[in-house]
């Protein structure tokens, strides 16, 4: 009993360091000097989780932290003296890496051998050339665009925030960017944020790259007592993300009666009754085409809602002629799902979107209520739901019609 007390202990305690390990992964460095080889303090290395707080100490050891899944560019910078860039890769966490800096003040100058720098004391007048790189349409950054000098030797390339740093002769003026399926460029090495250009884009696809916002108003929902609105997050230029809100506040305040022929009888029905609530569904979009002015898609979404009934419209189950109102106030939650196939139009900023689909929703009311009319005569009731099903907030065909705004 004793061992498997301890086993649970140790097996718990297992259970709980391990996300921690499997998350994050911890790469020690000793910074030295490059000309000396001493310890250079007070180092610090960007970005890591734990801020600016991480230091190298007297030693020039720096633990450096990041997340599990990080194997980008980080950059050492320490006072008086130059950056340097290092790429994490997998296997790093098992030794210690030594990182040399340069003095900004020592008369060093850089010559290019099999890729890398190598520093001579014999030369001087070095400069830092640092900056970004961007897609000129999307204004997002670009990684791995390689960057070469005037000679067209490629001396390295920017990191997945589109970042570049190089101690190069000040007697260095360009250099030469390039990125698959991009215009190249010249840049002076001065410039400090740099746009590159697809080989073929259009002012349409500029557009529908750049405004992944949209927010539309369901045109049906406000024929149903209600106000629909949904907001929508393009990730890509095929998936989307977002949520819809409908409120029902402005219900009539008597039930939805009508009266039909039916074999030359005058029946009774009901449409629909007097309610408030409130529904949210997050949702996906997949696009399987889209441009600047149409996009069909399909979508799923998850469905959550709360509502309140003053009152309840009951029926005699062997009688379905006989009504009964019950005065009782009901309130549930509800939950449930669907989806839904359509397209939407854009004009400019303007977005007209129609959908159909199916929804699931139930009425979560209490589905018996035995009525007495008199000591002698009972009968046992129904609710009516059909109207919730049909028109309601839970109507199984769902069909939206929206108009709004693209941004």
């Not at 030797?153 to 589109?162: A, E, F, L, Q, V």
């Not at 441009?291 to 469905?303: R, Y």
Request: glycine share 8%; aromatic share 18%.
């Amino acid at each position: 009993m004793k061992t498997l007390k301890r086993h649970s202990i140790v097996f718990l305690f297992v259970m709980l360091i391990l996300p921690g390990f499997s998350q994050t992964k911890t790469i020690r460095f000793a910074i030295r000097d490059q000309y000396d080889e001493k310890p250079i303090s007070g180092v610090v290395v960007r970005p890591n989780l734990l801020g600016d707080s991480v230091q190298s100490n007297s030693k020039g050891i720096l633990k450096w932290k990041g997340e599990s899944s990080f194997f980008d560019t980080i950059c050492f910078t320490g006072k008086n003296y130059y950056p340097y860039t290092l790429s994490i890769e997998r296997g790093m966490a098992s030794r210690t890496w030594f990182i040399h800096l340069v003095s900004r003040s020592f008369p060093l100058d850089t010559l290019l051998k099999n890729g890398r720098f190598i520093y001579k004391d014999s030369e001087k007048d070095l400069k830092l050339v640092e900056g970004f790189v961007y897609n000129a349409n999307l204004k997002d950054p670009l990684g791995k665009v390689a960057i070469a000098i005037d000679s067209g030797k490629i001396i390295g390339y920017t990191n997945n925030r589109g970042y570049y740093s190089f101690i190069l002769p000040k007697t260095t003026e360009s250099l030469l960017l390039s990125y698959p399926d991009f215009q190249s460029k010249t840049i002076a090495t001065s410039t400090t944020k740099a746009t590159l250009y697809p080989l073929s884009y259009s002012k349409d696809d500029v557009f529908r790259e750049q405004y992944k916002n949209s927010i539309t108003i369901s045109l049906l929902e406000l024929f149903q007592g209600g106000l629909s609105i949904r907001y929508e997050r393009f990730l890509k230029t095929n998936h989307s993300v977002g949520l819809l809100f409908a409120g029902y506040f402005f219900n009539p305040d008597d039930t939805y009666n009508f009266h039909y022929e039916y074999n030359d009888e005058l029946m009774f029905g009901v449409t629909g009754e007097q309610f408030e609530g409130y529904k949210l569904s997050p949702f996906y979009r997949f696009y399987p085409f889209r441009n600047a002015t149409t996009g069909g898609f399909i979508e799923a979404k998850f469905v959550a809602g709360y509502f309140s009934f003053p009152e309840l419209i009951y029926r005699d189950v062997k009688n379905s002629d006989i009504y009964y109102t019950v005065k009782t106030p009901t309130d549930f939650w509800s939950f449930g799902g669907g989806i839904s196939w359509g397209n939407t139009f854009t004009k400019d900023h303007f977005v007209f979107s129609i959908s159909e689909g199916i929804q699931i929703l139930p009425m979560k009311v209490p589905q018996s209520y035995i009525y007495v009319a008199d000591p002698n005569n009972s009968f046992e009731m129904e609710p009516v739901t059909g109207w919730w099903y049909f028109r309601g907030a839970g109507a199984v065909i769902d069909l939206k019609i929206s108009i709004g705004w693209v941004f």
